[in-house]
């Protein structure tokens, strides 16, 4: 059996924490096979349920999730996924760093998947407790010098579309982004320029409430050297023109937002195609 695909790159070697990770990639679907597979199951069901599987299957039932706004076909995603589609092996972030410079981020490693309590914060986890808590997937990534790492994560929720736009609002109403205590925590890897990265060493992070899937997206960023940040800020000021702290004028704030932004994006693409209908 061949390698899986992210062990080709000509990158260095990721750390053994990695490739132990449950995340793992899986196979491409072949489309023929896929056609082949819908076709017996769409037969078989429609043997078993008659007009009204029938009617489910091409999307004209009411109890189609999806379409009616709940979350039934994400809710497997967080295991199904490749590790590579959540966490890419390198980020290009073009005009994402300070003054529109371009920045790349590669990935140091990929955590095992987790429960809650074992990654976030008690406060955190508490704050997120209207919406539940399934699972916590996270990665750590460092910039091209090496000098500044980020870990990102995404927490998948077991709240409703309704209840995730609540806690979106709180988050926002409440300005809980720009709360301290409420900092997402690291992840440190042993061997790695990620090794020192503790709570101590965090210096810029977000946090985003998704609605269209029961996902909260969150980055923390800090040096790779392991220098405790006395005055971390959330990445709204890090960002801000004219900010002073370590965290702005090194560029964590934007490796922050940098790093989640993409990540974040490659999950509405992932979400998109979860819940688009057969044609």
Same mark, same amino acid.
């Given at each position: 059996?061949?390698?899986?695909?992210?062990?080709?790159?000509?990158?260095?070697?990721?750390?053994?924490?990695?490739?132990?990770?449950?995340?793992?990639?899986?196979?491409?679907?072949?489309?023929?096979?896929?056609?082949?597979?819908?076709?017996?199951?769409?037969?078989?069901?429609?043997?078993?349920?008659?007009?009204?599987?029938?009617?489910?299957?091409?999307?004209?039932?009411?109890?189609?999730?999806?379409?009616?706004?709940?979350?039934?076909?994400?809710?497997?995603?967080?295991?199904?996924?490749?590790?590579?589609?959540?966490?890419?092996?390198?980020?290009?972030?073009?005009?994402?760093?300070?003054?529109?410079?371009?920045?790349?981020?590669?990935?140091?490693?990929?955590?095992?998947?987790?429960?809650?309590?074992?990654?976030?914060?008690?406060?955190? /986890?508490?704050?997120?407790?209207?919406?539940?808590?399934? +699972? @916590?997937? #996270?990665?750590?990534?460092?910039? $091209? &010098?090496?000098? *500044?790492?980020?870990?990102?994560?995404?927490?998948?929720?077991?709240?409703?579309?309704?209840?995730?736009?609540?806690?979106?609002?709180?988050?926002?109403?409440?300005?809980?982004?720009?709360?301290?205590?409420?900092?997402?925590?690291?992840?440190?890897?042993?061997?790695?320029?990620?090794?020192?990265?503790?709570?101590?060493?965090?210096?810029?992070?977000?946090?985003?409430?998704?609605?269209?899937?029961?996902?909260?997206?969150?980055?923390?960023?800090?040096?790779?050297?392991?220098?405790?940040?006395?005055?971390?800020?959330?990445?709204?000021?890090?960002?801000?023109?004219?900010?002073?702290?370590?965290?702005?004028?090194?560029? /964590?704030?934007?490796?922050?937002?940098?790093?989640?932004? +993409? @990540?974040? #994006?490659?999950?509405?693409?992932? $979400? &998109?195609?979860? *819940?688009?209908?057969?044609?």
């Amino acid at each position: 059996m061949a390698p899986p695909s992210y062990h080709w790159s000509t990158e260095p070697p990721e750390t053994p924490a990695e490739t132990t990770t449950r995340l793992r990639p899986v196979p491409a679907r072949h489309p023929g096979r896929t056609a082949a597979a819908v076709a017996c199951v769409v037969l078989g069901l429609g043997l078993i349920g008659g007009a009204v599987t029938g009617s489910y299957l091409t999307g004209d039932s009411s109890a189609d999730a999806a379409s009616g706004g709940g979350y039934a076909p994400l809710r497997t995603l967080w295991h199904s996924t490749p590790v590579d589609t959540f966490f890419p092996r390198t980020l290009k972030g073009d005009g994402a760093g300070p003054g529109g410079a371009d920045r790349t981020w590669t990935r140091v490693a990929v955590a095992p998947d987790t429960g809650c309590a074992d990654a976030l914060d008690p406060l955190l /986890l508490k704050t997120l407790r209207p919406v539940g808590c399934e +699972r @916590v997937l #996270r990665a750590t990534y460092a910039d $091209v &010098t090496s000098s *500044t790492v980020t870990t990102v994560g995404l927490v998948f929720t077991e709240g409703e579309p309704s209840a995730m736009e609540a806690l979106g609002t709180r988050f926002s109403d409440e300005k809980l982004t720009q709360r301290t205590d409420l900092m997402p925590r690291t992840y440190p890897v042993k061997g790695t320029v990620a090794a020192g990265f503790g709570d101590g060493q965090r210096a810029s992070w977000t946090v985003n409430i998704l609605t269209e899937a029961p996902v909260v997206v969150y980055a923390v960023s800090g040096f790779a050297d392991g220098r405790r940040i006395p005055d971390p800020q959330p990445v709204a000021k890090a960002t801000a023109d004219g900010a002073k702290t370590a965290a702005a004028q090194s560029g /964590l704030g934007h490796d922050a937002k940098g790093i989640a932004d +993409r @990540v974040e #994006r490659g999950l509405r693409t992932t $979400v &998109t195609m979860a *819940t688009e209908k057969p044609r």
